[in-house]
């Protein structure tokens, strides 16, 4: 309220306004401030049990970027199954570390799963001459579409256990 002269002998004009409204759109803001907090932290969380359950696959597993073709990320198992010499999987062009005609496989693949979103699984030699099962699938990231690889031995063993 304000109050305010008006006239003569003492009369003073109060004028004011309902702020309720104000304060429920004000309680309604922090309602959902908390509401996309809440949201936030479930999507941490979720992220943090995707990544465990990345990290700890004995499964080695790609995430490669469909148009540049670029690794965005790669569990330790694919680490060490295909970098060489130490050097970092993420950031390198897919396919790398495999003989010339699993290159070329692999390329025929990723072109297929970005055309189709889907392709059959296949089978690759790395350089080393190991075997594997590819099996590809696309997915959408923030509008980027990628492509999830998996590598699974052809002879059926086990991988490695991932040290801890």
């Not at 009369?11 to 309902?18: I, K, P, Q, T, W």
């Not at 509401?35 to 479930?42: G, K, N, T």
Request: glycine fraction near 10%; proline fraction near 5%; avoid cysteine.
């Amino acid at each position: 309220y304000r109050a305010v002269p008006a006239g003569g002998a003492g009369r003073v004009l109060a004028v004011g306004r309902d702020l309720r409204p104000m304060a429920a759109l004000q309680r309604r803001l922090v309602e959902a401030e908390q509401s996309i907090e809440r949201d936030y932290a479930r999507v941490r969380h979720a992220e943090a049990r995707y990544r465990q359950l990345f990290q700890i696959a004995a499964e080695p597993v790609l995430i490669i970027e469909a148009e540049s073709r670029r690794v965005v990320d790669a569990n330790p198992a694919a680490g060490r199954l295909l970098a060489d010499a130490g050097r970092r999987l993420v950031g390198r062009e897919f396919p790398d570390g495999f003989d010339a005609a699993g290159t070329a496989a692999l390329n025929g693949l990723l072109g297929t799963v970005r055309a189709t979103g889907r392709a059959g699984d296949l089978r690759v030699r790395t350089a080393e001459g190991r075997e594997f099962l590819v099996s590809a699938s696309l997915f959408r990231q923030d509008d980027v579409a990628h492509v999830l690889l998996r590598l699974s031995p052809a002879d059926g063993r086990d991988l490695p256990a991932v040290p801890r």
